[in-house]
């Protein structure tokens, strides 16, 4: 008899999670998990392109530095912004806090600003546009460019994707139930501020 009432209790429990397991999955559990995998691993491309073009902006000082030393405020405006970019903690919990997203936003935009300062004043020197290394730097920051632009929009997808799933009926039922929070993504006006590359054509 006990055997059977364990037996009966095993069951009842199988059966429970198996019906959980249903539930959970008719409702968009599942579909949660995978979309937000999408948006982190989107993000962390977002993220290694902006890392990638910070790399970049030590040379790309020093080499100007060496042909416009005098230009000192420049100069310290682009290590300054790319200090700022390069200290602000990136982290998951970035992509569900939409005060940390838009201060992520701004310090890549002040960034993006400062090169393009950089640039403009870098068109008065010929000799620094001729310096072959000063070219090697231009075309790898322009390819950076491109890349972040890809990698951002790549991500606005994907948010929108999550998004539109935590929004539509019935799971933003589980969206409540599970804490699933709507992801920030880029704004429009950060959107336009961001996506503006430096210029970075000295063939003129």
Not at 52 to 74: C, F, M, Q
Not at 116 to 141: G, I
Not at 153 to 172: E, G, K, L, M, T
């Amino acid at each position: 008899m006990q055997i059977t009432q364990q037996f009966t209790k095993w069951l009842r429990l199988a059966l429970s999670v198996t019906v959980l397991a249903g539930v959970l999955s008719g409702c968009g559990y599942n579909d949660f998990q995978s979309k937000d995998e999408a948006t982190k691993a989107a993000w962390g491309e977002v993220v290694n392109q902006y890392q990638r073009r910070a790399d970049l902006i030590p040379n790309l000082v020093n080499t100007v530095k060496g042909y416009a030393s005098h230009e000192r405020e420049t100069l310290e405006a682009v290590t300054k912004a790319r200090s700022a970019a390069t200290s602000f903690q990136i982290t998951p919990e970035v992509l569900n806090d939409p005060a940390a997203f838009e201060k992520f936003q701004q310090v890549q935009g002040q960034l993006s600003s400062a090169l393009s300062r950089l640039m403009v004043v870098s068109e008065k020197y010929p000799d620094l546009k001729a310096n072959t290394n000063f070219r090697d730097l231009q075309s790898q920051l322009e390819g950076t460019e491109n890349r972040i632009t890809v990698a951002r929009q790549r991500y606005i997808a994907a948010v929108q994707d999550y998004n539109v799933h935590a929004r539509s009926f019935p799971n933003n039922l589980t969206a409540m139930m599970f804490g699933y929070k709507v992801k920030p993504s880029f704004t429009v006006e950060n959107e336009k501020a961001i996506s503006t590359a430096p210029t970075v054509d000295f063939g003129k």
